[in-house]
């Protein structure tokens, strides 16, 4: 999978990029090995794009449109009915701020020791919202090419990272919590390799 940060967007990159290593750790443990790329970036046929949008705004090519019910991100998927089988075209994107700030993670302020732990908080937040999006679009396509037509993640996904806010909780002692369980890793490792034409966002 593909993590790419809109690079017009405000924010402290470089705590963000400490944390998008952590949020490879999360995901590995998915099965999934998620790396950044840049806007020059050209996805291959079965690459997952997820674009990571630092603050909200209205230039989304998600924004008022259909697509996952989701409150921190949105996944478009196109489905184009062929001869034999389909063709698929998708866009994903996490809004960051949104879930950061249902959370009450703040990126100012603290010293090593905070700044560590946020680190690790937003971490986990990117890597579990970013599957989340990722399985909308690979599970629903890998699951609609096998006939599956109404299938729809939140409903049968198995809960866990699947789950509308992809499972994710602060414990009592302010940590970050996703627990991913054996269906979402199973239906990652089934669908995960479905074809999906990647739509990039200019910026």
């Known amino acids: 999978m593909k993590l790419r940060f809109l690079s017009s967007q405000s924010g402290d990159l470089t705590v963000l990029t400490a944390a998008l290593h952590h949020a490879a750790g999360y995901m590995k443990d998915a099965g999934v090995t998620a790396t950044a790329v840049d806007g020059a970036f050209v996805a291959a046929p079965t690459d997952t794009i997820v674009h990571i949008c630092l603050t909200d705004d209205k230039r989304s090519l998600n924004t008022n449109t259909t697509g996952s019910g989701d409150t921190a991100g949105k996944t478009q998927l196109h489905i184009t009915p062929l001869n034999k089988g389909y063709e698929f075209e998708g866009y994903s994107e996490v809004w960051l701020a949104t879930a950061m700030a249902k959370l009450g993670l703040s990126i100012t302020g603290g010293g090593e020791a905070e700044k560590a732990h946020f680190v690790e908080n937003v971490g986990t937040l990117i890597g579990a919202l970013a599957i989340h999006e990722a399985m909308h679009m690979k599970c629903e396509a890998g699951e609609i090419a096998a006939g599956n037509d109404t299938w729809e993640l939140h409903a049968n996904g198995g809960g866990g990272v699947a789950a509308p806010d992809a499972g994710i909780r ?6 970050v919590i ?6 979402n890793k199973s239906l990652i490792g089934r669908h995960f390799g479905t074809p999906v034409k990647q739509i990039v966002r200019v910026a």
């Open 170 to 175: 602060k414990t009592k002692e302010g940590k």
């Open 178 to 183: 996703a627990p991913l369980n054996g269906k």
